[in-house]
């Protein structure tokens, strides 16, 4: 490469990591969805693992998490202080992402145009925002593991690429379940590639078989319990009813669009249809493979819908190289190569109003939802209080509660392997809805909860009149009383 084009490849990884990087740190605390990690992070610092038999959770909640993320990140917290790691390693994963999408497309296309295009746009995937910025969420890990896996299949026939490929197996088992795309992706790369008449390598064959049994095998021993318990509903991760609509919905294309970007979306389907019906390319055909089987997936509702388009987003960016670097190249020996400069700067706002700028706006978005100083101090309060009882709370405010005032719960948003789950969560819509005292009591007595936990996210879901019930002085209790609201249930109906 190069003087230019590696400085070019440093700047768009800069730019990558600024964009992931500077909101973030605008903030002082963490999203919800963050404290579960915070928690296995914390237990990895105590014990040296993580949480297994959870006494936080409903009926000790054995639990079932891929650890590789949740190691990673405890490592970097003994060099960042409080939480900055949370924060830099997802940002730290979405750089090496982008620098992985390079040299895949760059190993594709020779050229190193199309792959550093690719680069920026994998950086600026609208939809990744939405779930990674203050998350700390593993699934920062399962994009460059996805990455690693294309790029050493690409290379699979190098022995070298072989071991690398195993191991990303292997480590790819113990980064998230959702790692199963990418064996699915394989099968459906072996059929396209028997469809269309190429010729089977051996190489790849081996290796896929491999991987697949093996990956499977490790699966099943790890969600055996889950899937003895819930059966086929283990696939939905046991939610409940009523929130399976909204994390398994349906989307359009005008949508996904949106949230993918629209010159990826665009030029990659440009691509697809250039692979099918014009020229016949293997690599891309894995490329395919992958966005296929997420559409499949997406289509029929088995995975979260910001999952499968952030998945899709990763796909179409590098297609989209392809259709770039062939678009250059025209531009180079057409008539109007001399507006060539005006055309790619007019490229370059385009991917910036319809893809940095959702990404940016989406990424301030989710920083005014991380958990308030209010909250954290109403949480540091009642830790201090002896009075161990479960609380009641939104599903989502459950591994904070865990998390900073190390009480139980009656229900937080990991659901698998908890029982009673439908009628853990209906209890919880009734009593912060209902203006019956005694409905509400029979409920708290019902699952033992001692403790109403009430925050301006409860009031956002349920209203501003609720549990109005609590003036009763004699059956509820007021402990702290601030933008949180902590109340002691101290009645009991017999019934």
Known sequence: MKARQI???????????????????????????AYDTVREVENIQEKGIIIVNDPLTPATQTILKSPFFYYLTAFFTLF?????????????????????????????????????????LSGFIPVSYSLLVNNASSYSLVMPMFLLLIYSFINI????????????????????????????????YLLIIRLEGL?????ELEVVLFSTFFFLWLLFLW????????????????LPTQLLTNDFQSTNLLRAMIQIGFIPFMLGIYEIYLSFFKRKNRHTYLLIAFIITNTALLWFRLIPTQVALMFL????????????????????NSKIE??????????????????????????????????????LKALEWLEKMPLNATVLALPQEGNLIMAIAKKPVLL?????????????????????????????????????VKIIYLSPRTKAAYGENLISYVSDDICFRKWYDDTIQIYEVKCTITT
Do not use: C
């Not at 400085?7 to 963490?30: E, F, K, M, Q, S």
């Not at 796909?315 to 531009?331: T, W």
């Open 7 to 33: 400085l070019l490849l440093l700047g768009i990884l800069v730019v990558v990591l600024l964009a992931n990087l500077a909101i973030p740190l605008l903030t002082d605390n963490l999203s919800l969805k």
């Open 80 to 120: 960042l202080p409080g939480v900055l790691a949370y924060k830099i390693v997802p940002a730290i994963l979405s750089v090496i992402s982008a620098f992985l999408v390079f040299l895949i497309v760059k190993k594709l296309t020779k050229n190193n145009v199309g792959a550093s295009f690719s680069a920026m």
């Open 157 to 188: 026939e190098k022995r070298s690429y072989q071991a690398l490929f195993l191991a990303s197996i292997i480590l790819s088992r113990l980064t998230h379940p959702a790692m199963i795309i990418f064996i699915i992706s394989l099968l459906v």
């Open 199 to 203: 010729q089977q390598k051996r190489a």
């Open 223 to 238: 969600y055996k319990k889950a899937l003895l318990f819930h059966g086929p509903s283990v696939i939905w991760q046991n």
């Open 313 to 332: 987003g990763l796909g179409f960016a590098i297609m989209a190289g392809y259709s770039f670097e062939r678009f250059n190249n025209f531009l180079d």
């Open 338 to 375: 001399p507006y060539k400069k005006i055309i790619l700067i007019g490229v370059s706002i385009l991917i910036i109003i319809t893809s940095v700028m959702p990404s940016i706006s989406i990424a301030a978005k989710e920083s005014k939802n991380v958990v308030t100083v209010q909250e």
């Open 412 to 448: 937080n948003d990991n659901y698998l392997l908890v029982p009673d789950v439908n009628d853990r969560y209906n209890s919880t819509r009734i009593i912060y809805s209902t203006m019956l005292e005694t409905q509400a009591l029979l409920q708290l007595n019902k699952h033992d």
